[in-house]
């Protein structure tokens, strides 16, 4: 059974980093996509992006590319999401994913989810 815990959530300022991670456990993820949502207060859940678990390959939603980047340590495994330039609309809990599949939304919705971190950004 697929085990995640995020970490790295907090309060930052407007215009800050921060990189959450993802912690995954209990199997070998060769063939999976791993990846990140987040859902703010009110909102839907929204996809950021994933990455294939063997080769590294990202793919990212569209509103995400640039001030986001997903990567993933195998020898560690670990996911992580570095965020820079973070605005209050940035606010949300942020989930963790993982997935047998291709590097998608569907792959990693159909998966398994870590319990979240919030992070808030403060103006």
């Known amino acids: 059974q697929v085990h995640l815990v995020e970490s790295g959530g907090g309060l930052v300022q407007a215009g800050g980093s921060l990189r959450l991670s993802c912690a995954a456990s209990?199997?070998?993820?060769?063939?999976?996509?791993m990846g990140w949502f987040r859902q703010a207060p009110g909102k839907e859940r929204e996809f950021v992006g994933a990455?294939?678990?063997?080769?590294?390959?990202?793919y990212y939603a569209s509103s995400k590319k640039g001030r986001f980047t997903i990567s993933r340590d195998t020898a560690k495994n670990t996911v992580y999401l570095q965020m820079a330039s973070l605005q209050p609309e940035d606010t949300a809990v942020y989930y963790c994913?993982?997935?047998?599949?291709?590097?998608?939304?569907?792959?990693?919705?159909?998966?398994?989810w870590g319990q979240g971190t919030q992070v808030t950004v403060s103006s």
């Open positions: 994913a993982a997935g047998l599949g291709p590097p998608t939304s569907t792959t990693l919705s159909r998966g398994s």
């Open positions: 209990g199997r070998t993820f060769s063939g999976y996509a």
């Open positions: 990455i294939t678990w063997t080769g590294g390959n990202t």
